[in-house]
């Protein structure tokens, strides 16, 4: 430690962080029980410099270095009462992470101490006395940028399709990415990736977590790592791990070029007509509950930043299952999260977020809370109300499943539809009534609050859980890679392996397979609501059966290009294509069920036999088929120059059945002849034409799909 070389100017108490206005740095903290605050600068060597701040304005800690600019590490001490009994935990001792960081210079050490408590005490009683600095030092950024008259793509959710992707895993293992690049911000913004996903037909890539995390020591002791990344440290700061340009904590690089590599990435995205949605973690922080480490905001303000047991405040109250739940009672903490949204959004030119565990954050005192502060406050904020608000609308706290809750402005993913597609594609009966609701956006859910169509979400895979090639090749998980003796991951998996459990040889169990993968893909695709595919699932990507892959930072996640399954590729171009130019598959509006002129409805449920369906079939326990007609005049809807929008009648054919079926055609509509446009059975299947009224043979377990290729004049 040396001694100042300057006096610290008072500064200002806002904004909270590190700012450069271009001849020095302000420094902010907010920390309302602290007794004082040190920060603390390093240089490239380590050396530490501190400068006690004095100036306290309503709890902000705040001073100004002339001379300080970019690239500059440093950390604070906070010191205060050691008292976890009173949810206090203050030790000077430990150099912690500044929680508006924008930028950190390599990620946390832990043989370097990140741990406030002495290991040789009686658990997390007595106060460490050594110096731990092993919470990653935080940068100051320069933040000017040429955004090159970059502009948000603004796609309509009824209009998205959106590809849930890992940051490092998408680009790692491609061939035409160059080596130096793959893995990073950088490599997603190059010319083969951003092809690839135009080319598929997505709208908006949501990345998996990008704020720096932590990896955990238990995961670090058997040779892993968080891979996943849902173990937030800092809500500003895009992981300095998935950087081509920055220091990585090895030397070298630019510190805080993540920053830039990141912005250059959206920049590159929007240009290719592609939304960025980030996948955010505000539920919980990495410090884990009151034996895990110190590294930023339990050393700074514990019970300002986490919900601590009421009646033992030594503590934390958990619907996470990771040891805390942020506090987002406390206006600070409110502010803290609100304030990272706009800076995403502002600064960095995200178009959305998905919020995991979201019934976290609504909840009050003990329930989920629709009304909660921290909805109230995001309908009201001009900025963050203007983008895509995805929640996972469930926690792991007694009533935290709250799938069909969340408010107007908010979609969700939509776990029912996942659950009830794969239950029909495994054969299961008596789902007929579940699976209308699925394939037309789940009214039973979202109708009766304000909400649209769009607003689920619908997934038949995600990164939690098998992969899509997985689901139809394991009955159970094999997770012995992650080291847990297979205890961790879902035991309910909702899957079906076709007959055998893993890879086979057997011709007849493939081809079942690949028309499984065809019938997810295509009911996910041709389903009212926003898709979201999970990457990878397109080409046949496997995790050997691994449904918990979170700590897999290698083979096993990333994706495998060198292997792709090309006709399931080319199938699910043409599925996104035909989803595309159809509007009548992607309606902003639900359904009717009236007549829209004569007898003909928007919509009209169909037996295989032709015939509409009634109660009884919808209650049938073995009815395992049906038929959707989508009337193209009856959207309801405007098109861009305000005309009435029109679209071809569609007729789809749906079949879960074991055996074959006879499927006769109707002449709704006036159609007189039907064209054949998709056969989940046949997928080079060439177009063809039946008569309305005529008989074609559904496949067991298949999908048709036809548009109305001549109607009466």
């Not at 080319?199 to 996943?228: C, R, S």
């Not at 040891?323 to 990272?340: E, K």
């Not at 700590?551 to 699910?572: G, H, K, V």
């Not at 559904?698 to 048709?704: E, F, G, T």
Request: glycine content about 10%.
């Amino acid at each position: 430690m040396s001694t100042p070389k300057q006096m610290v100017r008072p500064g200002k108490s806002s904004p909270l962080g590190s700012s450069w206005d271009g001849h020095g740095t302000n420094f902010a903290l907010y920390s309302e029980n602290a007794s004082s605050v040190t920060l603390c600068l390093f240089d490239d060597q380590g050396n530490e410099t501190q400068y006690p701040l004095t100036e306290r304005t309503a709890f902000v800690w705040h001073g100004c270095l002339p001379g300080v600019g970019p690239g500059q590490r440093y950390g604070y001490r906070v010191d205060g009462e050691y008292n976890p009994d009173a949810g206090l935990r203050f030790n000077k001792n430990v150099v912690l992470t500044d929680p508006y960081a924008h930028a950190l210079a390599g990620t946390e050490e832990f043989d370097r101490g990140v741990f406030a408590y002495d290991f040789d005490g009686e658990e997390d009683g007595t106060p460490i006395d050594s110096d731990q600095q092993g919470a990653p030092k935080a940068v100051v950024v320069d933040h000017s940028f040429d955004w090159q008259n970059d502009v948000m793509p603004d796609i309509p959710l009824h209009q998205s399709v959106i590809y849930e992707a890992h940051a490092k895993g998408l680009s790692m293992l491609h061939p035409d990415v160059p080596e130096e690049l793959r893995g990073t911000y950088a490599g997603i913004a190059t010319e083969p990736i951003l092809n690839y996903l135009k080319e598929l037909g997505i709208t908006a890539i949501e990345l998996m977590p990008v704020h720096q995390h932590v990896d955990d020591p238990f995961l670090l002791d058997k040779g892993l790592t968080n891979y996943w990344g849902y173990s937030s440290l800092a809500f500003f700061a895009p992981d300095v791990r998935y950087s081509a340009y920055a220091n990585r904590g090895q030397g070298g690089g630019e510190l805080g070029g993540e920053v830039r590599e990141f912005k250059e990435m959206v920049r590159a995205l929007h240009a290719a007509g592609i939304e960025v949605i980030l996948d955010v973690v505000y539920n919980h922080t990495a410090e884990g509950n009151h034996m895990g480490p110190t590294l930023s905001f339990k050393g700074i303000d514990n019970p300002t930043y986490y919900r601590l047991v009421g009646d033992n405040a030594r503590f934390y109250y958990d619907t996470t299952g990771t040891g805390n739940s942020l506090n987002v009672r406390h206006p600070q903490t409110l502010q803290l999260i609100m304030d990272s949204l706009r800076y995403w959004i502002q600064e960095m030119h995200v178009d959305g977020f998905r919020f995991d565990l979201a019934s976290t954050l609504a909840r009050g005192l003990h329930e989920v809370d629709q009304l909660s502060s921290f909805f109230t406050i995001i309908h009201q904020d001009p900025i963050i109300s203007g983008v895509k608000l995805i929640a996972e609308p469930w926690d792991v706290g007694e009533g935290g499943y709250q799938v069909g809750n969340f408010p107007v402005q908010w979609a969700e993913w939509n776990g029912i539809y996942r659950d009830d597609m794969r239950a029909f594609w495994k054969g299961e009966g008596g789902l007929a009534s579940e699976i209308g609701y699925r394939l037309t956006g789940s009214s039973d859910l979202y109708k009766n609050d304000g909400r649209a169509p769009y607003a689920s979400i619908n997934f038949i895979t995600a990164h939690d859980g098998f992969t899509l090639h997985d689901t139809v090749t394991y009955n159970d998980k094999h997770n012995d890679a992650n080291g847990e003796n297979n205890q961790d991951g879902h035991n309910d998996n909702r899957s079906w392996n076709c007959g055998v459990e893993g890879e086979t040889d057997d011709a007849e169990i493939n081809a079942l397979r690949n028309r499984q993968k065809r019938n997810f893909l295509a009911t996910l695709m041709l389903s009212q609501g926003t898709p979201m595919l999970l990457g990878g699932d397109e080409f046949g990507r496997t995790q050997g059966g691994n449904n918990n892959a979170y700590c897999q930072d290698n083979e096993i996640s990333w994706f495998d290009w060198a292997n792709q399954d090309t006709a399931l590729l080319d199938f699910t171009r043409r599925l996104i294509r035909l989803r595309r130019e159809h509007p009548v598959l992607h309606r902003r509006k639900f359904f009717s069920g009236r007549p829209i002129r004569g007898d003909v409805q928007d919509i009209i449920w169909l037996r295989h036999d032709g015939q509409v369906m009634e109660d009884a079939d919808w209650d049938n326990p073995q009815t395992q088929s049906l038929a959707m007609f989508l009337d193209g005049n009856g959207l309801n809807d405007l098109n861009a120059e305000g005309e009435p929008l029109r679209d071809d009648h569609v007729l789809i054919l749906f079949s879960g059945s074991h055996i074959d079926l006879p499927f006769t055609l109707p002449p709704l509509g006036g159609c007189e002849n039907w064209e054949l446009l998709l056969n989940t059975a046949d997928d080079e299947a060439v177009q063809s034409t039946v008569e309305a009224g005529g008989e074609t043979t559904l496949i067991a377990r298949s999908v048709q799909v036809y548009r109305c290729a001549q109607t009466k004049n």
